[in-house]
């Protein structure tokens, strides 16, 4: 009798149970598919050998533990099937790899089109990320970063800090201890070095010897200073990487060997890491010294490091300063408007400053920009390639692929895309970050502690950036298109396509062409205000004027009667040069004038000015001073030898000055001062209007003139007029400076335009790369046109052919085509004309002498916007009109 | 050109050494159980007894011979398996068998050293 079929399942309990639990649990790490038949499979065995081993007479225990071992074994094999699934997944996706790069390969144009759009997209991000980091978001690598902080003087209703405080300030706040548990101290000392290859003024600094421990520096070579170093005023030195490469000779037994500085012999006792560019980028560290120095401010501040107290939360910090600060300026008021305000800056965070910060951050926001355009554009191409694929699609459907197999591989050709995209990306950001930092002004490069480049931190920004711009623009059309399956190859219907997706491009288009309005309305604003800040007429002719500043060394040139003669002999022998008409010897020559700070202004007779908002530029001026750069004397006169000396304190004032003073009345005669304990000057003439700072004088408008002589001038600033191009002296310039000393280095000889250019270096570096990146964003915009324009032709091919066969005209069709690109660019354009006006404001800090929202800018960026749309959709709409209806009406 | 079953007849002899060598490579333990199923032992256990390799060895060796296409594995009729679950047997196919010949070739010594082939257990239907 045939036995009762019926399905065997294996007990739970008896001898077997032990060796059945673990296989249960082995069978966890089995791949889904395969999991019931391996467990069908282990187990039979199992079951198999118990009846085999009862059979032989064994014990139930012993054939129980000895079916336990071997059932042991399953965990081995169970790992393998687990390890084989993994291996397989892995072929599966370099199968869909191969496939992917087929299929782009098959459309070069297309596939071009998707990584040049990515790769424009990804470099620019990456080449912004790279600045962006370096500037904002790397803090300084100091020991406990977080809780370091320098203390600044703050002018609170000019909103300005600077470095410098003052000593009773620095002192009130040193005995803080509550707030702060180490305060350390530096100022800046520019230093002249000679003894290396040429003579060199090297921006240095004095450090107290607990500074670099306190910023937790580790010298390359050598050593750091020590205490008695320093209170003994020992000649030794600290020099940074770079000046140790460049004129040490970047040997390392630099250690010890002598450097003469200003003159005196100085020891260097080690090297600082590259990295180290504290404070503001020296490149020279001396010990501290309290002995009076050369100042041209004449009173010694300095500047100080701060370590909170380990009571005090960093955040909160800056609110207990104030809350002091604001007792003792009720209590104890201090000459000068800052009082005793301070602000800490924070060393954890950037210490870029505010208006350099927001220039980054617009730059980055300008970057996402092109970024979300590239996106689009690539989505919107993917979407057209989908489309004509769907045929392909259905045909594998058929087949039986799965969901989830067309979506893993539509994903994997986007990302493959963006991959070798990023790889173009990181090239074109390689390029391009080369031109960035040539471009980039000081005032950047100088609080990054890491060099902007493509290092490790950029490059797997790179990477996920490629990734993420692979899923974003790949996983719309993956998940639409995988979801066609219920599309039967061949028919009609999977050859046009359907209105929801049309509509999709058609937003996506409106979408780029509203960010990339954003981007041109933004950089045609820069440009224009840029424009106008190159047009500022600086008052003076100064396309003859060249600008010479010797410095003399203090060792060399102790005494001012030295000094003085030096000085009188080089200003004869440039009198002597051909070509030279005029000579003013001061201080400082514009545009690096001395700007006075939180001024409070008293014309005699009248109340203080509520000032301390203004800057207000000094500039020293001899005698000749007006005459050679061509500053017209208004009213009054010019500086006459005794008026240096003279007990009236005798200026010359601007006319925005005389007319914030005295306005409507005649100056010339009155009295003001600068502060309630200052002693008053005495006005004698009115200049004509000079940009003695820049051609951005927005925050120093009220300017004065202050008589100077050779008697008071340290290393002297020379403004040379010449009868032709001011270049052409500079060989016989410098050929002077070394005949008469040839220790004596050149800190700077240049045209006086070349100096104010320098001025709007910010300027034109934020404008540069803006109008890179809208150019870049139009690009792509108008591809997105294209792309878009290029495919509703082909797909409209037959409806153009029956309408040129029922007789349409072609002209009639090509403004057809022509007019449904404008539709879109116009929908485009408004919605990105809304968001300028309400985003330029942003902007608005960085403008010069035009407004946000200035309607000629706009109106040009319009119609350049125009423009390019229509160039754009003409070679879709020229060959639509050039469809013939006979082939159209028999393809397919 | 062996002709002897469907999957496997139209590979000449170079492609089934070339399928062993891409997915098991013909190590000597896959050598073993390649005779010793060539010798009519079917069954896991059964192999796992009659060469002396443990489990964890011999079940990846007959995975691996399986997605190479050298064995065909399918599972015993329900009639033989009455009151115990049926058990997955494994035969060699035409593949398999030149693997064999290449198997006993480069390991001259192995054929003594799997048991002789048994006769008690019928091949199942």
Redesign the interface.
């Known amino acids: 009798m ?2 009762q ?1 019926r399905p ?3 007990r739970p309990w008896g001898p077997a149970a032990p060796a059945l639990r673990v296989i249960r649990i082995a069978a966890g790490l089995v791949p889904d598919q395969v999991r019931e ?1 391996w467990i ?2 282990w ?3 199992i ?3 118990l ?1 085999r081993r009862l059979g032989h007479g064994d014990s139930a225990g012993r054939a129980s533990r000895a079916l336990w071992l ?1 059932s ?6 169970a790992l ?2 687990r390890h ?1 699934h993994v291996r397989q997944g892995e072929r599966m996706i370099l199968q869909d790899l191969r496939f992917a790069l087929r299929t782009a390969a098959r459309r070069p144009g297309a596939s071009i089109m998707l990584v040049v759009t990515l790769a424009l997209g990804i470099g620019a991000t990456t080449s912004i990320f790279s600045v962006v980091d370096a500037v904002l978001l790397r803090p300084a690598p100091f020991a406990d970063a977080e809780r370091l902080a320098e203390l600044l003087t703050l002018h609170k209703a000019a909103g300005l800090v600077s470095q410098e405080l003052s000593p009773d300030v620095a002192q009130f706040w040193e005995k803080q201890s509550h707030l702060f548990d180490r305060v350390e101290r530096y100022y800046f000392e520019s230093v002249h070095l000679t003894g290396a290859d040429a003579p060199r003024r090297v921006r240095g600094a004095r450090v107290t010897p607990g500074l670099l421990s306190l910023l937790g520096v580790r010298p390359l070579r050598g050593r750091l200073f020590t205490n008695d170093e320093a209170t003994a005023g020992e000649p030794v030195a600290l020099v940074g990487e770079e000046l140790w490469r460049s004129t040490l000779g970047g040997s390392p037994d630099v250690v010890g060997r002598s450097v003469q500085l200003d003159g005196r012999s100085v020891t260097v006792i080690g090297v600082l890491p590259g990295w180290f560019k504290f404070p503001a980028g020296t490149q020279l560290l001396l010990p501290w010294t309290a002995e009076p120095r050369l100042s041209d401010g004449g009173e010694d501040s300095f500047s100080a490091v701060v370590h909170l107290a380990p009571s005090v939360d960093a955040t909160l910090a800056q609110a207990e300063v104030d809350g002091i600060a604001e007792r003792m300026n009720a209590g104890n008021p201090r000459e000068g408007a800052a009082g005793w305000n301070v602000r800490l800056r924070l060393l954890g965070y950037s210490t870029a400053r505010t208006d350099t910060k927001a220039a980054v951050w617009t730059l980055a926001g300008a970057v996402a920009c092109v970024m979300l355009i590239a996106c689009a554009n690539a989505a919107n191409l993917l979407m057209v390639q989908a489309t004509k694929r769907r045929r392909e699609l259905a045909i594998r459907t058929a087949l039986g692929a799965r969901r989830s197999r067309l979506l893993t591989q539509l994903l994997t050709e986007s990302i493959a895309i963006s991959a070798i995209a990023g790889a173009l990306g990181v090239l074109v950001a390689w390029w391009s970050l080369r031109a960035i930092i040539a471009l980039m002004p000081p005032e950047m490069t100088l609080v990054t502690y890491s060099t902007i480049g493509l290092d490790r931190r950029v490059l797997t920004f790179a990477v996920l950036i490629s990734l993420c711009t692979g899923l974003a623009f790949g996983l719309g059309p993956a998940i639409r298109f995988s979801r066609q399956r219920e599309r039967l190859a061949g028919t009609q219907a999977a050859l046009t396509a359907p209105r929801s997706r049309r509509d999709v491009r058609h937003a996506l288009v409106v979408a780029e062409f509203a960010l990339s309005m954003l981007l041109v309305v933004g950089a045609g604003l820069l440009i224009n205000s840029f424009a106008r800040l190159t047009r500022v007429d600086l008052g003076v002719d100064a396309e003859h004027l060249l600008t010479v500043e010797p410095i003399l060394p203090p060792g060399r040139y102790p005494d001012q009667p030295r000094r003085r003669a030096l000085v009188e002999r080089f200003v004869q022998r440039l009198h002597a040069l051909p070509d030279v008409n005029a000579i003013t010897v001061s201080g400082s020559a514009p545009p690096r004038t001395t700007v006075m700070i939180g001024t409070a202004l008293e014309a005699e007779g009248q109340p203080p000015l509520d000032g301390g908002r203004e800057l207000i530029p000094v500039t020293f001026a001899d005698t000749n001073f007006f005459r050679t750069v061509g500053v017209r004397i208004l009213r009054g006169r010019a500086f006459t030898s005794r008026d240096v000396a003279a007990e009236t304190r005798p200026v010359i004032i601007d006319p925005d000055l005389a007319e914030r003073l005295w306005a409507g009345q005649n100056p010339v005669g009155q009295r003001f001062r600068t502060g309630p304990r200052s002693a008053w000057n005495t006005v004698v003439g009115v200049a004509s209007d000079v940009k003695v700072t820049g051609p951005d004088d927005r925050n120093a408008l009220l300017a004065y003139y202050v008589p100077t002589s050779l008697d008071f001038i340290g290393s002297p600033s020379i403004i040379v007029r010449t009868g032709g191009d001011p270049g052409r002296i500079i060989p016989a310039v410098r050929q002077i400076v070394r005949d008469l000393d040839p220790d004596i280095p050149l800190e700077r000889v240049a045209a006086w335009e070349q100096m104010f250019a320098d001025t709007i270096m910010r300027p034109r570096f934020i404008l540069t790369l803006m109008s890179v990146l809208a150019g870049v964003s139009l690009l792509l915009a108008a591809i997105g046109v294209y792309g878009v324009m290029a495919y509703t032709v082909s797909m409209r091919t037959q409806e153009i052919g029956v309408r040129l066969a029922l007789g349409a005209r072609s002209g009639e069709i090509q403004r057809r085509v022509l007019g449904d690109a404008f539709v879109l660019v116009g929908c485009g354009s408004a919605l990105g004309l809304a968001a300028s006006i309400g985003l330029s404001r942003l902007l608005e800090g960085m403008l010069f002498g035009i407004q946000p929202g200035d309607p000629m800018t706009i109106g040009a960026v319009t119609v350049a916007m125009g423009l390019v749309a229509g160039a754009a959709a003409f070679l879709p709409a020229r060959r639509a009109s050039r469809v013939s209806p006979m082939r159209a009406l028999r393809s397919d | 050109m062996v002709r002897r079953d469907g999957s496997l007849g139209e590979y000449p002899i170079s492609t089934s050494i070339y399928q062993l060598n891409r997915t098991a490579r013909l190590t000597y333990p896959t050598a073993i159980v390649l005779v010793a199923i060539a010798n009519g032992y079917r ?3 059964e192999i ?1 007894d009659a060469t002396g390799l ?3 060895t011999v ?2 060796i007959l ?1 691996r011979l399986d ?1 190479g296409g050298l064995l065909r594995s399918s ?2 009729a ?2 033989k ?8 047997y494994y035969r060699l196919n035409a593949g398999g068998a030149l693997a064999v010949r290449e198997a006993v070739n480069r390991y001259p010594g192995l054929a003594g050293f799997v048991p002789t082939p048994r006769s008690a257990d019928p091949t199942p239907a």
């Open positions: 045939e036995p079929r065997y399942r294996a038949d069908r499979e187990e039979a065995e079951v198999h050998d009846d071997r042991l074994a399953s965990l081995r094999d393998w099937m084989r | 069954y896991g256990f796992i443990g489990a964890g079940y990846p995975r997605d599972w015993e329900a009639v398996a009455v009151d115990r679950p049926p058990r997955r």
